[in-house]
């Protein structure tokens, strides 16, 4: 899987190497915006307050 | 055959087809098996797991915990502005002080926003509003954060004024619940004054244990005399498994105009003005 994302990565290896930095910063943009926010609202585990 | 894993195997005209001459077929390269696929799901499923704690706890957490407080000085500075407008500026004390605490009788809706939290021990930019409701339109609100339970008093108020906060995450109102010191000060501001309680102590109870928010705490057959303010939070840190219970004694009032009180005076000044 993550052998076959580094063998369609074109140019030398510090160019891949590059190009996976930046693809990782925007999965992890992504997630932190969109995926995150919308995930917290179905699992919700905290709770605070005393109840019966 | 026992070599079913194999799903995959690159063709060899495919492999001939590769810019680079290569000779033999390199096998670890060219072979996609169930097994290696499956390892690398579960791998990346950790480590979004591990991000999305990171995300919640620390991110979002301390993006909710700088909203939360700006929210909370506009309101302060809003209702002091709104009684300077009404009262012009600070009126002097009578001998006897301000009398008794005027008690907010306001029915307010859920999530409607009606006191300010200010706890010096619970550090800088610390500072939340209080709304109505425990639900997580106020608790997880980005606007809010601390919440009044339904049916408890109201600041001032004979009885018990009980309020619920996240300690980690979602801006974590009471983060710091566990470093109250006995005599520490939690002020509320609501639109007509200041009501300085004192942190009087903690009690460590399962989260059923409603009988802590009764107008006196565990016995809720006891007319109330006092005014005592009960907070509630998660306990232990990162844990729901148990509620750390805060109670504090009101000790004095003092109407909005009077301006607040002097251990707090430069956290409500540092916003804004």
């Known amino acids: 899987m993550y052998a076959a994302l580094w063998r369609i990565l ?8 590059l190009l996976l930095a930046v693809i990782a910063a925007a999965v992890v943009f992504a997630l932190f915006t969109w995926v995150f926010p919308w995930l917290d609202g179905i699992v919700n585990p905290i709770d605070v307050t005393v109840e019966q | 055959m026992p070599g079913g894993l194999i799903e995959d195997r690159v063709d060899p005209a495919d492999a001939e087809e590769r810019p680079e001459p290569s000779g033999a077929p390199e096998p670890a390269r060219s072979r996609v098996s169930f097994v290696g696929v499956l390892g690398e799901l579960l791998v990346t499923a950790g480590v979004l797991i591990l991000l999305f704690l990171g995300w919640q706890l620390w991110w979002n957490d301390a993006i909710m915990a700088s909203q939360q407080s700006d ?12 009684a300077r407008a009404q009262h012009g500026d600070t009126p002097a004390p009578s001998p006897e002080g301000y009398g008794d605490p005027v008690v907010d009788t306001t029915a307010y809706g859920n999530g409607e926003a009606f006191a300010v939290m200010y706890v010096p021990r619970f550090g800088e930019n610390s500072q939340r509003g209080i709304a109505e409701g425990i639900g997580l339109d106020v608790l997880n609100s980005f606007q809010l954060g601390v919440g009044h339970y339904p049916g408890t008093q109201m600041p001032g108020e004979v009885g018990n004024f009980a309020i619920a906060s996240h300690r980690s995450a979602y801006g974590g109102g009471m983060h710091e619940i566990e470093q109250l010191q006995l005599g520490d000060g939690i002020f509320i501001q609501t639109r007509d004054g200041w009501y ?27 007319q109330p005399t006092d005014r005592i303010i009960t907070l509630t939070s998660c306990n232990p840190l990162y844990s729901t498994a148990e509620r750390i219970i805060a109670y504090g004694v009101l000790e004095s009032w003092q109407p909005i105009s009077a301006g607040p009180p002097d251990e ?7 916003w804004g003005e």
Do not use: M
């Not at chain 2, 300085?196 to 057959?221: C, G, M």
């Open chain 1, 10 to 17: 074109p140019g030398p290896v510090w160019v891949r190497i």
């Open chain 2, 71 to 82: 929210a909370a000085s506009v309101l302060s500075s809003e209702w002091r502005e709104q």
């Open chain 2, 196 to 222: 300085t309680y004192r942190f009087r102590d903690f009690e460590y109870v399962t989260p059923d244990t409603v009988d802590v928010l009764a107008p006196v705490p565990h016995r809720p057959d006891l």
């Open chain 2, 264 to 270: 707090i005076a430069a956290q409500v000044a540092a």
